[in-house]
């Protein structure tokens, strides 16, 4: 049992109740990506959300080659993996934060990103940064899904 004591309409009250307030249940999602050495997981489902940070990177944990267009595939064909591994779909992401490291390469970002959703599309940002964790990475991206309860 809990007991607390709160102010309202400028008074103070005393309250109990009985229910546990339980701690934030994360499951890992499994993929067949590569196992990344740093201390990570490719996706993360708490509180009915998917969270998820994918790069291109193929199946021996390089960063493909053939710039801007082959890495954004690269990392939207692992994003995809990740959410069907989730099952989910890819209508049920809801952001994805982009990030490359020079602003004339997001046309083609976008134009591999499009092939991946149909309208309603998620929310989603664009970001120009200076460099990404490994230099030859040109992409990146941040992305949330919904899960059905």
């Avoid at 890819?90 to 990103?113: E, G, K």
Wanted: net charge negative; hydrophobic share 45%; proline share 5%.
């Amino acid at each position: 049992m809990y007991t607390g004591r709160a102010v309202l309409n400028g008074g103070p009250v005393n309250f109990t109740f009985d229910s546990l307030i339980e701690s934030v249940m994360k499951t890992a999602v499994k993929t067949d990506l590569f196992a990344s050495k740093a201390p990570l997981e490719w996706a993360v489902i708490a509180n009915g959300t998917l969270s998820t940070a994918q790069i291109p990177i193929d199946a021996n944990g390089q960063v493909v080659e053939g710039g801007i267009e082959a890495q954004a595939r690269q990392t939207m064909d692992n994003f995809k993996h990740t959410i069907e591994a989730a099952e989910l779909t890819m209508a049920d992401v809801t952001q994805v934060l982009i990030y490359v490291t020079d602003r004339s390469q997001l046309p083609v970002f976008n134009q591999v990103y499009a092939e991946y959703f149909e309208a309603p599309y998620p929310n989603r940002a664009a970001m120009i940064v200076a460099g990404l964790a490994r230099e030859e990475m040109l992409c990146e991206i941040v992305a949330y899904a919904a899960v059905p309860a």
